[in-house]
């Protein structure tokens, strides 16, 4: 059974900072790509940054990058997602999960509760 747990969402200004983790388990950790999705009030779920198997090529939504940073620790089957200069635009539920593919975008379809994350002006 997957099980994805999200923590470290929590309420910060504009320009702070954030990091988030998730605890992925029910599948071998270390042969899955990783990603982190992320949906607003009234929108549609979207990709934000995923990270391959070994964690050697991470890759960006245009919206997020220069300014998040993914990361893996496949020895504690962990993704994490450092955010910073968040803007009121980055507010939404945030989500990781395993990802078909060696570099791909599309997550499987079992999802964890999410972690908010709520940028103030």
């Known amino acids: 059974q997957v099980q994805l747990v999200e923590s470290g969402g929590g309420l910060v200004q504009a320009g702070g900072s954030l990091r988030l983790s998730c605890a992925a388990s029910g599948r071998t950790f270390s042969d899955y790509a990783m990603g982190w999705f992320r949906q607003a009030p009234g929108k549609e779920r979207e990709f934000v940054a995923a990270i391959t198997w070994d964690g050697g090529t991470p890759y960006y939504a245009d919206s997020v990058k220069g300014r998040f940073t993914i990361s893996r620790d496949n020895t504690k089957n962990t993704v994490a997602l450092q955010m910073n200069g968040l803007t009121p635009g980055d507010t939404a539920v945030y989500y990781c999960?395993?990802?078909?593919?060696?570099?791909?975008?599309?997550?499987?379809?079992?999802w964890g509760r999410g972690t908010q994350v709520s940028v103030s002006s």
């Open positions: 999960n395993f990802l078909h593919g060696w570099r791909g975008k599309r997550p499987y379809t079992s």
